[in-house]
């Protein structure tokens, strides 16, 4: 099981959820926030905080979000697993389709 930030959190980075990840495998980019598969350990506490409501298992990203499971893995494809985002801070690995989406949408 993965858990996927999907479009919601662009532009918005509460970071409630980096707050309740006790393992710090919530990453930052320049538009949204991002969650790193293999040091996520599945606890789901990330979920229910997202006030945007933009936190799923990858299994139930809505259709409309489905691509966000690639976006989330090509944020980590040059990032690897650095082994806790607090040691890396705020990246601008954002991929292109984050990069590039109109604000305004």
Known sequence: MTFVITEP???VKDKSCIDEC????IYEGQRMLYIQPDECIDCGACEPVCPVEAIY???DVPE????YTQINADFFAQLGSPGGAARVGMTDN?????KNKDPAK
């Open 94 to 98: 954002d991929p292109d389709p984050i």
């Open 9 to 11: 959190c662009i532009d």
């Open 22 to 25: 006790p393992v710090d495998c």
């Open 64 to 67: 409309e979000w489905s691509d």
């Open 57 to 59: 298992v990858d299994e």
